[in-house]
Structure formats: C-alpha cells, structure tokens
C-alpha cells in the first residue's frame, strides 16, 4: 500500500486532532482523586521491560539489565535506558488513567549537531490503545522534575470495564524515565490484562529499529509490523550503536521470551569503523555477521530469524564509498552471502533486501536522507510483515517464558 500526498496530510490533520485532545487530556490531572500504584504492581503487564531499576522516588524501566549494559559498548548501554517499545497493558473500570514520572535530562555530547538540538526539543508522546483500538495520542512536558500526564480520560461516561495498552515515548531524548505510579480513580478495580496467545518478534537493529525518523511510538515500523503481522514487538533498537556486537547477540541469545528474532544490521558499520571506532575491514565485518548468527542459534538451534539488509541511505544516493574504499551496497551484498551460506545448514533463517522496502529518497527524512520518514516507516511494515505472515504461521507460543 502506497502513502499519497493527500493520505499523508490527512494523516497530519489527524494526528495534529489527536495530539491536540491528548493535550487537553494531560492538563485535567487532579492527583487528589487517584490512588497510585507502584509500575511494579502485580496486576500490571509490562513490554519490551528487561528489568526495573530502584531510583530516587520511583523505578526505571531498562531494556537490557545493568549485568549485560556493562558487557556491550557504552553507547548501545546509553540507548538500552530509552523506553522505545516499552508499553503498560492493564484492564480496569477506571476512567481516568494517569502516570506519574519523571523524564530524565541525558547530557548534550560534545558538537552538539542541530539535529540533535531538534531531538531535545520534540516532545514525548503516549500512545493509547483502548480494547484494541488507537484511541488517542498525548504529549508529555518537555521537563525534568515529576509531572502527571493523564493519559486517559473518559470522566463523563459510565464505568465501564476496558483494557488498556500505553505505549511509552520512544526517542532518544526525554525517554529516559522514573516511573513515579500509576494513577487510578480510587474505587476503580484493576486486573491484569487477558494473554496474548500470539508470537512475540524482538526486533535489534539501529536507530531506524529504535524509531528515529517517526513522531510517535505506534509509527515505528517495529510496532506497526506487529500490528499488520498479529504478533508482539520487543524493539531492541538502539539508535546509532547497533555494530553487530557479539555481546549483544550473547544477551539476545540468553533471553527466553522470544520466538522470532528480526535482525537489520549493517547501517552503522557502512563506515568501516567498528564500536570503538577502529578500523573493520569489510571482511571483517562478513566475519562478525556471521558470528552473530552463529551466537544466537547455539541457544535458539530452532527459532526462525529474519536478516534484512540495510534500506537505502545517503551514500547510495550520492555514490560515495567509504575511508576503506568500500560502497554501502558492498556491505549488503556480504550480509546476504553469509546468510544464503547459512541458510544451506539452517533452514529456519531468512533474507530480506532492505532495498525491496525502501529504495527511493520519497520515503527518507530529507534532512538526512537515513531514517525513513513516516511514509517509508509504514512501507517497511508492510514489506516485513508480508514476510513474516507465512512464518509466524509455524510458530508455536505454548512454551513461551513470559
């Protein structure tokens, strides 16, 4: 399905309408008429949270436990504090809904460029989802001292019990987190959600997986795929730190709540450099590749794994070779030959060419002409949930940790 002109700014228009309401919600917040619960609340389900750790006056959610971001270059550790792909499930009759957090103000690096100016300042969106359907999309404050954002508000009708999915904010910038409590109408009940008998994909790639490139977190292709395909994202992304690490495969490797892993690689090595910044040959990276591969399969001998290749990017579009003489389309072209050489023992592996999703600057931020723009966010579901559809078909949930 193409994104037109006319589809695009209708989208905006909604998206602006929604904002907007979710606005309106986040300002109605009366504390007094709540009762908060701890994040870590029995009755809540949480995604895409590997661990919570104790803070001054609440907890952090973190994508990857300290134990294992102390393994991994500190860059990737850095990105593993975001909340990309991190939601809160939970069924109640409340109507009134709110979190209490504090955003927390990560250090400009030196040189700070302008666009990370521009990250700094977007604000930090909610997504929610009501009985399965997006119900409405609310900014936070761009602040960092505790704040309440109401995040649904449904006061003037009925009580009415519902299930509720809140989708965390999923940049690199005001989504680092303390979760303070969440907040209920005092005499509303609250259950933890109905299971979801569904495949779950964790996905690890760059900051195009992390969600770079998108306004909110239910535009990530991640998320979007997911809902296309019926299966639950874990978003392992971790935006410009994602080397194909073996450390990294070691963490994804020891974990036991995924049935397919989705791998897209390759983008920040295109410049021959590796996490430490020194000199990676293409053969070398070939090599790490299929390290990577090789790690993962020793713990999941069975587990389906879909390789896609790096998207379209800038040094495509100008034709410009890296310090060590090689081309993007170089690095493609190795990913694919260490998967097909895989694939002739493992027969539960899979390729996909990034340039089938995305291959035309239409669909890329024109400021950087990297990261896909909303449009080429929602090709790239579409291209990888049309992939996986015929393989999460064999996939089987019952034995899934969860």
């Known amino acids: 399905?193409?994104?037109?002109?006319?589809?695009?700014?209708?989208?905006?228009?909604?998206?602006?309408?929604?904002?907007?309401?979710?606005?309106?919600?986040?300002?109605?917040?009366?504390?007094?008429?709540?009762?908060?619960?701890s994040p870590d609340d029995s009755q809540f389900r949480w995604l895409n949270v590997a661990d919570w750790e104790q803070k001054t006056g609440g907890l952090q959610p973190v994508r990857m436990p300290k134990s294992w971001r102390d393994k991994i270059p500190?860059?990737?550790?850095?990105?593993?504090?975001?909340?990309?792909?991190?939601?809160?499930?939970?069924?109640t009759d409340s109507n009134k809904v709110a979190i209490r957090l504090t955003f927390l103000d990560v250090p400009d690096a030196a040189n700070i460029s302008p666009e990370s100016a521009w990250e700094r300042a977007r604000p930090p969106y909610f997504d929610v989802y009501r009985d399965g359907k997006f119900l409405a999309n609310v900014p936070a404050k761009i602040a960092y001292y505790e704040q309440d954002v109401t995040v649904f508000d449904n006061s003037s009708a009925p009580k009415k019990q519902s299930e509720l999915t809140i989708l965390f904010p999923h940049y690199y910038r005001n989504a680092e987190a303390i979760v303070n409590g969440i907040g209920l109408e005092k005499d509303s009940e609250v259950l933890p959600p109905a299971p979801r008998n569904v495949p779950v994909v964790l996905f690890h790639g760059d900051s195009i997986t992390h969600g770079h490139g998108?306004?909110?977190?239910?535009?990530?292709?991640?998320?979007?795929?997911?809902?296309?395909?019926?299966?639950?994202?874990?978003?392992?992304?971790?935006?410009?730190?994602?080397?194909?690490?073996?450390?990294?495969?070691?963490?994804?490797?020891?974990?036991?709540?995924?049935?397919?892993?989705?791998?897209?690689?390759?983008?920040?090595?295109?410049?021959?450099?590796?996490?430490?910044?020194?000199?990676?040959?293409?053969?070398?990276?070939?090599?790490k590749y299929g390290a990577f591969l090789d790690t993962v399969r020793a713990k999941h001998p069975a587990a389906p794994i879909l390789c896609i290749s790096p998207i379209l990017t800038h040094e495509d579009i100008i034709r410009q070779k890296n310090k060590n003489g090689d081309f993007a389309q170089d690095y493609r072209n190795a990913i694919q030959q260490v998967v097909e050489q895989h694939q002739q023992r493992d027969h539960n592996l899979y390729f996909l060419d990034g340039l089938k999703l995305i291959n035309d600057p239409l669909y890329l931020m024109v400021i950087d002409q990297v990261h896909p723009n909303e449009g080429g966010s929602l090709k790239m579901a579409e291209g990888i949930a049309a992939t996986l559809k015929p393989i999460l078909k064999d996939v089987h949930v019952t034995n899934l940790s969860k």
């Open 214 to 287: 998108v306004t909110s977190p239910r535009e990530t292709y991640v998320w979007q795929t997911c809902e296309m395909a019926n299966c639950e994202a874990l978003n392992l992304g971790f935006g410009g730190s994602a080397w194909t690490d073996i450390p990294v495969a070691d963490y994804i490797a020891s974990r036991n709540d995924w049935n397919v892993l989705v791998l897209m690689l390759g983008t920040n090595s295109f410049g021959g450099r590796d996490a430490a910044g020194k000199v990676e040959t293409l053969a070398q990276y070939r090599d």
């Open 1 to 37: 399905m193409s994104s037109s002109p006319s589809r695009m700014r209708f989208g905006c228009l909604v998206f602006l309408t929604l904002s907007l309401a979710g606005l309106a919600q986040g300002q109605r917040t009366k504390p007094d008429d709540l009762k908060w619960l």
């Open 74 to 91: 500190d860059r990737s550790a850095a990105r593993a504090l975001s909340t990309a792909g991190v939601a809160l499930r939970l069924r």
